[in-house]
């Protein structure tokens, strides 16, 4: 009885869809698709990831570096309570343009700020303050790791580049001891962070995705992303009215952009 | 006197301020810890004002000496703010963030002024001085009228109402007297203007109104002789009882209805019109005024402007304005959402003071911004909420233990970790979850019986050693027994004991040492004095408060309390306070997560671990973002 009831209709679907009314429902309908489809691939172009983003810890120099970068002159600063972003010009090509974006170091608030802007970090720029360095490596460690196994970063794996910064003061450690007591300290971390007690009910993933490779020690050649070290000093060595030095940031930069 | 300003973006550009110390500890305290619902700051020896202007995103900041009580502050803030956001205004507008980079604020001259201005203004209010008696109006009586007498009186009185023009009840007359030759002076000025025909109606009215009424209030009054009352007992008159309909009417007949029977006043239709020159029936709109009142106004009327003028359909198109366009979030936009928000956060067991001031500070960070396009003021608000509750469950730096007892393991010393809070909180259950989560990451533990006092307080932990070392026998960790009890019964000092377990510990080479300690009202001073004791002589690496998930207004007291106790029986500079919260009976609440929020607000440390069960393996850590999400589900 079902079937019956149903041909009569199908025979009636059959004969409409042969009329032209329906034909043009049907072509505007598909213009509509295609449109949004197109739409939503200009869309993804357009929001592709074009911010460099600016982090480390407090005082690491990130308002200044991001200062110089934009005017090269030198400015006072003070602990950002919010982001800041600017588009930055290239010197060399004058086409890409990046957007610089410095967000702060404040511990209540970095994870936030990270959290807003990390879909769109094409590159990252993680500023470690040289001379503090030996006090604060495990602070340092911390934030990096919280960054580097963000489920995001480990999916869009931006370039890094670890920026040592305040080198123009002597007591600033080298980019090599740097590079080693972090990989130091981040090895021993992701065995004590996988070792906490999981979180509540949000441990769907099975805990903190693991960094490098099992089994070896943690290098940063292990990682998703290209590492550099690189030194550089945002206030300069000739003090506040001289230039910075800062050849290294942007030459990353530019290979980066 | 010197104050002293530094006018900074928000993202932390700075240009030449006198004292960039000042920023500092607001940036880094108040600020982002979300207190900021009272605008003023004690840092060391200064006070510290500030003011937010979030539609550019700028701060504001005053110091000055906290011994000094300066008044005009306040709108000294006021005054460079609004002045430097007009100045700069374009800056901000267009360029944004380079704006403030290249832009050169050349402020000094500006701000000198302004303080200049502000301290002359403070000064220029002469105290009241106190008038001679010379001057005041009682020496220019007589003495005639002063003496009252029963049969004038009502009428000085009478012609004081009817100056006044309104009628009060018994008592009000009653105080005339003492104005009687004030009201005198008045009336013979604006006597000669008066119609009498009609008053002196009105006056016999009055007068056998008061007189009835002189009766029951003249006991009240002193200066009268009191001989002169007492003619045998009166009944006692009530003002309004008893009484027929025509003494309770105070609608005089005459008057209801009839044009004039009212005193003419003096009218003056100019005065009262304004302006000559208005066109009758035209509604004007409001006037730019240029100065600094009307300034602050003129920001958040402008995009209103237009829905005061359309009268009726004004409600629709404030509405339409504030879903598409920039609309700027005043006071009273924000304050019904955020009243329901306060409600909701009480009804999930925050604590009513934090949530009153998580809301102000919230209103503070909003005030003056402005909208983005679709977005309501309910979404703002709850979206800043939100921000700031993450804010708060993330303070400071995140407590690793682990991290910690293997840099103690390196230094050949065993990690202390002490465990304190009020009764019946879950500190021993805890404790042991504890040491069976140490005992996994291969620690071995050893648990010191401070609690000497509660019955059973040993056996309990006695058991958990048994049971856990069964768990992890010894001959799984290379022969070494993993956990072990160190008690030395009931009854002696908490502190001696503490001490004694952590030596041995240091001997026998144990990684972690945990100390129990008996659980104490925070209104208990020789406990707390106890307690405070034990932390101080022992110095532990971690002292972790113990708070249940159930607690409502209750954790706030609890833990001030506590600290307050730390702070003050210890001998060293920098006391040890608390360093960590183990919330404890999160199975119990389902999404009443309050007291997470209030325990970590008041004390900024995180939270270390969360207890959601009684077996071993019922140990969390915290997810700021699902509790938070808790917290603002409807």
Known sequence: AMAGGLEPHLEALRRELRGPAVLSVLVALIAVAITFLIWRFVQGRRSSRKAVLLLGLCDAGKTLLFA????????????????????????????????????????????????????????????????????????????????????TVLRNAPALLIACNKQDVTMAKSAKLIQQQLEKELNTLRVTRSAAPTSLEGSGTGGPAQLGKKGKDFDFSQLPMKVEFVECSARGSKGEEGEADLEGVEKWLVKVA | ????????????????????????????????????????????????????????????????????????????????????????????????ALGLLNGTFDFKDDFMRLLRDAEESSKVRAPTVMKTF????????????????????????????????????????????SKASAGDKQLSAAGDKEELTKDEI????????????????????????????????????????????????????????????????????????????????????LEYESDDE???????????????????????????????????????????????????????????EIAVQLCESVAKKLEGKVMGTFTTVTSTVKQALQEALVQILQPQRRVDVLRDVMDAQRHRRPYVVTFCGVN?????????????????NG????????????AGAVEQLRTHTRRLNALHPPESHGGRTMVQLYEKGYGKDAAGIAMEAISYAR???????????????????????????????????????????????????????????????????TPRLIDGIVLTKFDTIDDKVGAAISMTYITSKPIVFVGTGQTYCDLRSLNAKAVVAALMKA
């Not at chain 1, 608030?109 to 990270?114: A, D, G, P, S, T």
């Not at chain 1, 990252?124 to 460690?141: G, H, L, T």
Request: charged letters at 30%.
């Open chain 2, 424 to 440: 019946g909180v879950g500190k021993s259950t805890n404790l042991a979850k504890i040491s069976f989560w140490l005992i996994e």
């Open chain 2, 134 to 177: 010379q001057q005041s109006v009682k020496s220019q009586k007589t003495v005639k009228c002063m003496i009252e007498t029963r049969g004038e009186k009502p009428k000085e009185k009478v012609k004081n109402k009817k100056n006044k023009g309104s009628k009060k009840d018994g008592t009000e007359a009653v105080a005339a007297p």
């Open chain 2, 507 to 573: 001997n026998q080479g144990f990684d972690v040492v945990l100390v129990d300690t008996a659980g104490r009202m925070q209104d208990n001073a020789p406990l707390m004095t106890a307690l405070a004791k034990l932390i101080a002589v022992n110095a532990p690496d971690l002292v972790l408060f113990v708070g249940e998930a159930l607690v409502g207004n209750e954790a706030v007291d609890q833990l001030v309390k506590f600290n307050k106790a730390l702070a003050d029986h210890s001998m060293a500079q």
């Open chain 2, 294 to 352: 009307a300034e602050e106004e003129k920001v958040v009327q402008n995009p209103s402007k237009p829905s005061v003028k359309k009268g009726g359909l004004g409600g629709m198109f404030g509405m339409l304005k504030g879903l598409v366009g920039s609309k700027s979030l005043t006071r009273e936009d924000m304050d019904p959402v955020l009243e329901k928000m306060k409600d909701h956060l009480i009804a999930k067991n925050v604590a009513a």
């Open chain 2, 443 to 454: 620690f071995s533990v050893l648990i010191a019986a401070c609690d000497t006092f509660r």
């Open chain 1, 68 to 151: 110089r970068l934009l005017s090269g002159r030198y400015r006072d600063t003070q602990t950002s309570i919010t982001d800041s972003s600017a588009a930055y010009r290239l010197s060399r090509d004058k086409s890409t343009n990046v957007t610089l974006i410095d967000l702060p170091g404040h511990e209540s608030l970095r994870l936030q700020f990270l959290e807003r802007f990390k879909a769109a970090a094409r590159a990252i720029v993680f500023v470690v303050d040289s001379v503090a360095f030996q006090r604060e490596v495990k602070d340092v460690a911390e934030f990096l790791y919280q960054v580097l196994v963000d489920s």
């Open chain 2, 1 to 96: 006197c010197k104050g002293c300003w530094t006018a900074l973006g928000k993202g932390g550009d700075g240009d030449e301020g006198m004292m960039g110390v000042a920023g500092t500890p607001i940036l880094t305290g108040p600020l982002p810890q979300e207190r900021g619902g009272n605008n003023s700051f004690t840092h060391e020896a200064l006070t510290l004002k500030y003011k937010l202007d979030n539609q550019f995103e700028l701060v504001f900041v005053v110091g000055f000496q906290k011994i000094l009580t300066l008044t005009y502050v306040d709108k000294l803030i006021d005054d460079v703010h609004k002045e430097f956001r007009d100045k700069y205004r374009n800056e901000f507008q267009q360029k944004g």
């Open chain 2, 202 to 285: 009105l006056q016999k009215k009055r007068e056998e109104f008061f007189r009835r009424h002189m009766k029951a209030g003249e006991k009240s009054r002193s200066p009268k002789p009191d001989a002169q009352k007492e003619k045998g007992k009166k009944p006692r008159v009530w003002d309004l009882g008893n009484s027929n309909a025509k003494v309770l009417d105070y609608s005089n007949s005459a008057t209801n209805g009839s044009a004039e029977a009212c005193p003419v006043e003096e009218f003056d239709p100019d005065m009262a019109l304004g302006d000559k020159n208005r066109e009758p029936g035209r509604l004007y709109d």
